[in-house]
């Protein structure tokens, strides 16, 4: 939280008082800087005032001129440097919201602070759009290289990635490494990066892109990809289940859970009731299956190359594979002992 040494009511307050009675009240209903905390819209202030939005418009912009040019805005000059200093100490480029609830969580003293911000010819706030959310800087080259290294990161991502904080923080540093000193630390690096909307963090910490169902978690499928890929092995879908519940704090009824992951391509059963998932290279099908898949790829195999392999994809007894093997319709033995396809 970041204490300012004047009362931004009381600055906003000797601002106003310089303007007509219209304009200044128009400011205050657009800005919300009256006794309530609500903002009225262009149309509301026309209404009022029977005239158009445009013209509202006019009114606001000459208003917010006129206060820019009276000797009252010159002797608020220190307390927009101090606005500055507090930008500054958030990393020279912050969202709008970070910004205004460090000054303050009452939503009146940010409404008079915004107001400041807007007022103010050093600060330059741009809108919401496709890339990132709401945000205010003072100096235009570091505002687009924090916003260069973003787009960066983001379109070095797959929809499947997932990375650690740790190495996302140490890749971003990397990004920003010409950029001043004094910005590159943890606190500042987390803090552009919620300016992105292209990436995000999954429950367990990890980045990704926001749009990516691994970061934007919703049903029972996506907590036990999470789940399973945190485990880093194969899970019983009872251990699923329970993880979930711990992990996110959600209901996990095993029954579900086990049909879930049934029918999701992203999981393959490789034993009693054990899940892994497909992009750790295990395949699909049973035993039988399995032992035919690596026939065809690898030739004729020694039986103990054979057992070697399905207990790589399959969390499955000797035996097991042995009793397949005796399929003598799927396999048959050459001269040297080893199996291929019948």
């Not at 996302?168 to 990066?193: A, G, H």
């Not at 899940?275 to 020694?302: M, Q, R």
């Not at 070697?308 to 007894?317: I, N, P, S, T």
Request: aromatic share 8%.
């Amino acid at each position: 939280m970041a204490t300012l040494s004047f009362k931004p009511k009381t600055v906003t307050s000797q601002l106003l008082a310089v303007l007509p009675d219209r304009a200044r009240d128009v400011l205050i209903s657009r800005y919300g800087l009256g006794s309530k905390p609500e903002k009225m819209t262009l149309e509301a202030i026309g209404k009022k005032y029977r005239i158009t939005r445009e013209r509202v418009r006019q009114v606001e912009n000459y208003a917010l001129a006129g206060i820019r040019k009276s000797d009252d805005f010159l002797k608020a000059k220190e307390c927009f440097s101090e606005l500055e200093e507090v930008i500054d100490s958030l990393g020279g480029v912050v969202s709008e919201d970070e910004l205004l609830n460090t000054v303050s969580k009452d939503k009146s003293i940010q409404n008079q602070v915004h107001f400041l911000l807007v007022l103010g010819d050093t600060f330059t706030k741009k809108k919401e759009d496709t890339e990132f959310g709401h945000r205010w800087y003072v100096d235009e080259d570091l505002a687009e290289n924090v916003q260069t290294a973003l787009r960066n990161l983001y379109s070095g991502l797959s929809d499947d990635d997932l990375i650690p904080e740790s190495e996302m923080l140490s890749t971003f540093l990397d990004e920003v490494k010409n950029l001043n000193q004094k910005y590159r630390n943890e606190e500042i690096l987390m803090r552009w990066l919620s300016l992105s909307k292209g990436l995000g963090k999954n429950p367990l910490g990890e980045w990704g892109l926001s749009a990516s169902s691994n970061v934007k978690a919703k049903g029972m499928r996506d907590y036990a990809y999470l789940a399973i890929k945190r485990h880093g092995s194969p899970m019983h879908f009872t251990e699923v289940a329970k993880s979930i519940a711990e992990l996110f704090k959600r209901k996990a009824h095993v029954a579900t859970c086990h049909n879930e992951l049934i029918k999701d391509a992203r999981f393959v059963l490789v034993g009693r009731g054990l899940y892994a998932l497909t992009e750790w290279g295990y395949t699909s099908g049973v035993v039988k299956e399995v032992i035919k898949d690596f026939l065809s790829e690898n030739g004729p195999l020694t039986r103990e190359e054979i057992i070697d392999l399905v207990r790589k994809e399959r969390y499955v007894k000797d035996n097991t594979i042995l009793v397949n093997l005796q399929d003598s319709s799927t396999f048959k033995k050459d001269k040297q002992g080893r199996y291929t396809l019948a």
